[in-house]
T-cell receptor, first 114, second 116 residues
Framework: AQKITQTQPGMFVQEKEAVTLDCTYDTSDPSYGLFWYKQPSSGEMIFLIYQGSYDQQNATEGRYSLNFQKARKSANLVISASQLGDSAMYFCAMRGRRDDKIIFGKGTRLHILP | GAVVSQHPSWVICKSGTSVKIECRSLDFQATTMFWYRQFPKQSLMLMATSNEGSKATYEQGVEKDKFLINHASLTLSTLTVTSAHPEDSSFYIC????????????FGPGTRLLVL
């Protein structure tokens, strides 16, 4: 069975500081993909970044980077130079190879303080 | 980027009525679409996987007769909540994967359902 764990229910960070959101996962699939999504209060799910289990390098997308440590089964999201607009719910998610479905962690609510 | 639309965005209905929610991939073909449900302050829970031209695969605990899913074409999947009750009130989100691109998973804007 696949499982995603996000242990930080909420975080408060000062604007312009870097943020690390934790995510650990468990799967028996040798091949899998890891996603991070942002959900603002409007409810839409905004794709941030993707990391394949066989990717040699950590994924980066603008201010977002994924700190992928395969042996530790962790896929932390790093947001550099946080902005007020980064305040939202953040979900870590995983897709295994055997089936196509994506499962989500419980999320972390990030508050950026001015 | 790829766009997934949902209609309606809001729906309020009386208990006992049925509600249909549409999910469309606007600029790509989606052989597989997914339906999620999200209660306030909770995570997304997968309800079912919808495959074009075949029966949907439901997650454990999801009533297939209650939540009817039809994936009629490569760009359209529908979720019908039959005989809705107040406990079905939730935020329903569809998602689609672009054919041939496993790294993608695009989400619709969601549908808020309130059953009175």
């Amino acid at each position: 069975a696949q499982k995603i764990t996000q242990t930080q229910p909420g975080m408060f960070v000062q604007e312009k500081e870097a943020v690390t959101l934790d995510c650990t996962y468990d799967t028996s699939d040798p091949s899998y993909g890891l996603f991070w999504y942002k959900q603002p209060s409007s409810g839409e799910m905004i794709f941030l970044i993707y990391q394949g289990s066989y990717d040699q390098q950590n994924a980066t997308e603008g201010r977002y980077s994924l700190n992928f440590q395969k042996a530790r089964k962790s896929a932390n999201l790093v947001i550099s130079a946080s902005q007020l607009g980064d305040s939202a719910m953040y979900f870590c998610a995983m897709r295994g190879r055997r089936d196509d479905k994506i499962i989500f962690g419980k999320g972390t609510r990030l508050h950026i303080l001015p | 980027g790829a766009v997934v639309s949902q209609h309606p965005s809001w729906v309020i209905c009386k208990s006992g009525t049925s509600v249909k929610i549409e999910c469309r991939s606007l600029d790509f073909q989606a052989t597989t679409m997914f339906w999620y449900r999200q209660f306030p302050k909770q995570s997304l829970m997968l309800m079912a996987t919808s495959n074009e031209g075949s029966k949907a695969t439901y997650e454990q605990g999801v009533e297939k007769d209650k939540f009817l899913i039809n994936h009629a074409s490569l760009t359209l999947s529908t979720l019908t909540v039959t005989s809705a009750h107040p406990e079905d009130s939730s935020f329903y989100i569809c998602s689609a994967r672009e054919w041939g691109r496993r790294e993608t998973q695009y989400f619709g804007p969601g549908t808020r359902l309130l059953v009175l």
